[in-house]
């Protein structure tokens, strides 16, 4: 009878200790997947920042490319503009400068008027 229950209860022990560790052995396995798990889902998150830097990297780079570009023409329209400024400019001056010589022009021309009227109305001389 004590021979029994010991032998029992040994028994009782050995599935224990052997459901203990199959349940052991099932919460390390599960810990396993679950740290798995977490680093896929971290990794997939970490993996989509990495693509989204490289194309920001990437649309930054043709970015400072169009600036640039941009930049140029703009250097270039500037110097079209101070050139036809500066045609414009000439052009000013020469107006200007044909203004004058036409108020010049009629004025001499009045004085010449003038002066043939006043011959004109003084008797002949001997």
Not at 10 to 30: G, N, P
Not at 96 to 125: C, F
Request: charge should be positive.
């Amino acid at each position: 009878m004590l021979s029994s229950m010991v032998s029992r209860h040994q028994t009782k022990q050995k599935e224990k200790k052997e459901e203990i560790e199959s349940k052991r052995l099932e919460a390390i396995d599960c810990s396993v997947d679950l740290t798995a798990n977490l680093v896929n889902h971290l990794n997939d998150g970490v993996a989509k920042t990495y693509v989204n830097q490289r194309r920001l990297d990437s649309e930054s780079k043709q970015l400072v490319q169009n600036v640039t570009q941009f930049s140029r023409s703009v250097h270039q329209w500037l110097q079209l503009m101070n050139a036809f400024n500066k045609t414009v400019k000439e052009l000013g001056d020469v107006h200007n400068w044909s203004q004058t010589i036409e108020h010049d022009m009629r004025t001499v021309s009045s004085a010449l008027e003038y002066t043939y009227k006043t011959r004109q109305s003084l008797p002949p001389q001997p």
